[in-house]
T-cell receptor, first 115, second 111 residues
Framework: KAGVTQTPRYLIKTRGQQVTLSCSPI?????VSWYQQTPGQGLQFLFEYFSETQRNKGNFPGRFSGRQFSNSRSEMNVSTLELGDSALYLC??????????????FGEGSRLTVL | TQLLEQSPQFLSIQEGENLTVYCNSS?????LQWYRQEPGEGPVLLVT?????EVKKLKRLTFQFGDARKDSSLHITAAQPGDTGLYLC???????????FGQGTRLTINP
């Protein structure tokens, strides 16, 4: 079955702009989580959506937001971009909410560069 | 401060050598997972350990969960260039609804 698909794979923005990233989970998976990966901080949890509801949120400012659609596809948005937002943004889908012991299936990520 | 501390952060060894990567915490976890991430790709799950003292083997990889469920190790025997990658441990704390990740160990196996 098709894996997790993230678009776009690469993008370059300038400070102050906003960006929207998209994630299509594995068919049948209703949980989508977003992570920010940077060399210094590793994988940091942004938020998780399950059945169109945000279940958990990490410690990121309100500039970071997301949503999930009825087909389980998810988008995340970052407004007023800062240089420090440059990172690989990973989406992961799971059969179970919370990812407690369930396997996370990751996409290849969207690499954002903010100039 | 990371909830899960991985060590070493970087490791470069020759093909055929053995190595161990550690994932430590002062907190108890319900389960620990190990992922491997290759350049340009997302992390891929290698194993999940859920019982204190549990040992799981995946070909040349041996994973162990500490008796107190606060730490885990990954041992690779006779490392091969294909083992190169970023190894991440991730844990689920009791009652928590999200995984927390360690910062990773970047492993390079030189031919």
């Amino acid at each position: 079955k098709a894996g997790v698909t993230q678009t776009p794979r690469y993008l370059i923005k300038t400070r102050g702009q906003q960006v929207t990233l998209s994630c299509s989970p594995i068919s049948g998976h209703r949980s989508v989580s977003w992570y920010q990966q940077t060399p210094g901080q590793g994988l940091q949890f942004l938020f998780e959506y399950f059945s169109e509801t945000q279940r958990n949120k990490g410690n990121f400012p309100g500039r970071f937001s997301g949503r999930q659609f009825s087909n389980s596809r998810s988008e995340m948005n970052v407004s007023t971009l800062e240089l420090g937002d440059s990172a690989l943004y990973l989406c992961a889908s799971s059969l179970v909410a919370g990812g407690n012991t369930g396997e996370l299936f990751f996409g290849e990520g969207s690499r954002l560069t903010v100039l | 401060t990371q909830l899960l501390e991985q060590s070493p952060q970087f490791l470069s060894i020759q093909e055929g050598e053995n190595l161990t990567v550690y994932c430590n915490s002062s907190s108890v976890f319900s389960s620990l997972q190990w992922y491997r991430q290759e350049p340009g790709e997302g992390p891929v799950l290698l194993v999940t350990v859920v019982t204190g003292g549990e040992v799981k083997k995946l070909k040349r990889l041996t994973f162990q969960f500490g008796d107190a469920r606060k730490d885990s190790s990954l041992h690779i025997t006779a490392a091969q260039p294909g083992d190169t990658g970023l190894y991440l441990c991730a844990g689920a704390r009791p009652g928590a609804q999200k995984l927390v990740f360690g910062q990773g160990t970047r492993l390079t196996i030189n031919p």
